[in-house]
């Protein structure tokens, strides 16, 4: 880094197309919490979601079709997806049988564990003996650029949050969503592997090496047209001790025209950091404008998404009101969606004065 | 990153101890610039380098001993540092017999090119068959941790800066000299792969991955007696397009509880990218302690560092003088030492009124 000139020329590095549709493998899971992954494709990718694979100890269900990875194939089906997750992160042995059951059927394998799919011996083996893939979406891709600085066309957007964990992802999937039912010409972009997941693309910035992070978040976005929007998923917060960093990363390799700041009502402590207190909104706001003008002089604040799940409807819609006129702003809970949420889109692309 | 209660438990990362003392070798290099880790081992790790060894190609030379390696390893060297750069970063042919050579008198290697040393295959099979190491001071430890955010014990100080390549690594070495030279107890702490090789451990921060960097700069300055000093080595710049989660990250993890901004008056646009102006040195104070504070509240700014390379004695002091009155800061250039240096240590060690 002590050098800029000396760094190689850069490759523009492959795409990361997933290859599509989905079968959702889930294991023997009984409790949803550990197939968040499944769920997450199931209500933002239906469309290309054939249907679930489960072991008959599995006490979770999708609601989709039932099919074997045979019947998956005959459907149309191009990969398995690891829709669940388990403690450690590992393959266990019993999800080797169903597995490479798939690889025979012609089926490639998407991942996203600790583990990586390719660290599997019997596994390699088998996708080798059948020439197929084993995708793990915690990689990402090679020959990132560092990043140029350089302003792109087209309109972006970005889910910034006061803490981990309480948001940015499905906000920007519901904004994208949004966007396009209001005839909007709009795209989700992927950050995290459940993201990548879902759009079929991306990559997972937090697993890019760090001097590339901002060059992987330009990478993310490219130029577009100038009426299009780039709707992109945020990752950690400015104000968190072990991922401002990447958050940085991402606001200055976005150059956003506006952003969404997510937040949890009653959330005091950061996720898995007691003692460390959740930044205040108008704190968060401030900071994200005041580092993302480096990249973007007109970067602006569209508005406020809470995730108002432990809240009734009532309370929720009474705080989202009393909060928006505090701050002066949309606030809207993507999840409950209606007026507020189209409210927010339209702060979101209306063009400031 | 969104879930930070599912990282996988973390284990602590193996020192980065380096083999010394050290042979330098020069290769065939012709002009200085392509040396500089060569001359900054020779200025700051003196008492760790028992010679030099070139081909007879080289035009450049460090006034140390000419050994051979043979010559090295009885005079105690234990391993063969590539101290010089060429263009593309890779290790040219003609480089191979004397390094070849060198594992095969017993010493280890070391480099810190764009390529490995293990991926050349003569030097791969060579150190094997020797029973000899080759180390690349541009892999991070494995296993760093996610950063806790806990404050740790002694008293730390951060090199910052205007931009990338003007003398954050200068700075924090000579403060940590001047330091030890006022009978204060200091470690230079190196984050940048010559830094590594001068202090003979540290890592390079730029090579780790995103979701790790700050708790790779946790980890780099341990706890330690309360009157203690870890001068560390900054790297980019908050306000650098490319680089400033980097900076970000290990500001965050350092959690210092003085800065020093490094800056080079007259440079008026950001290294290799135009059209991205220098921040004021107000700006990078005021930023650097702004963002600060979420890991240590007490952090304040001791004063600046001027690189005035480019500058006479006379200017320079001039310069330094006004600069110091207009921003009731001590500057000083590290380089040039003196009276100023020492003022400069003073005002990073007092205990804040």
């Known amino acids: 880094m002590s050098n800029p000139a000396a760094t190689p020329a850069s490759v523009a590095p492959a795409s990361l197309d997933l290859p599509q549709p989905y079968l959702l493998f889930l294991g023997d899971v009984v409790h949803p919490a550990f197939a968040k992954t499944a769920f997450g494709l199931r209500d933002w990718a239906r469309e290309r979601c054939v249907g679930e694979y489960a072991l008959p100890e599995a006490k979770v269900g999708l609601g989709l079709p039932a099919l074997t990875p045979r019947q998956a194939r005959d459907a149309g089906a191009r990969a398995l997806v690891i829709g669940v997750a388990n403690v450690g992160g590992v393959i266990p042995d019993t999800w080797l049988p169903p597995l490479l059951q798939a690889l025979a059927d012609g089926l490639d394998l998407i991942g996203g564990m600790h583990t990586r799919l390719a660290e599997v011996p019997m596994l390699r083996d088998a996708a080798a003996r059948h020439g197929r893939r084993l995708i793990d979406v915690r990689e990402p891709p090679a020959a990132l650029p560092t990043a140029s600085g350089r302003k792109r066309s087209g309109k972006r957007l970005l889910t910034v949050g006061t803490d981990c964990a309480l ?187």
Not at 182 to 189: E, K, L, M, T, Y
Not at 190 to 211: C, E, H, K, N, W
Not at 234 to 242: C, E, I, K, R, T
Not at 330 to 347: F, S, T
């Open 167 to 353: 948001g940015k992802k499905y906000t920007a999937l519901s904004l994208a969503r949004a966007m396009r039912e209001a005839g909007i010409d709009a795209d989700f972009r992927a950050s995290g592997q459940t993201g990548v997941l879902i759009a079929g693309r991306g990559l997972p910035l937090d697993a890019v090496v760090a001097d590339f992070a901002a060059g992987a978040a330009e990478w993310l976005s490219p130029d577009a047209d100038s009426a299009h929007w780039d709707v992109i998923e945020g990752q950690g917060s400015l104000s968190h001790p072990a991922y401002a960093g990447v958050s940085l990363a991402l606001l200055h390799g976005s150059q956003p025209d506006a952003i969404v700041v997510c937040h949890e009502p009653g959330r005091r402590e950061l996720l898995g950091y007691p003692g460390h207190a959740v930044p205040s909104i108008e704190e968060t706001i401030d900071l994200n404008l005041r580092l993302g003008r480096l990249t973007n002089p007109a970067i602006r604040c569209a508005g406020i998404s809470f995730n108002t799940s432990h809240l009734s409807a009532d309370q929720a819609q009474a705080l989202m009101r009393d909060e928006s006129q505090r701050l002066g702003l949309p606030v809207a809970d993507p999840i409950r969606g209606g007026e507020a949420l189209r409210a927010l889109v339209r702060a979101c692309v209306e063009t400031p004065t």
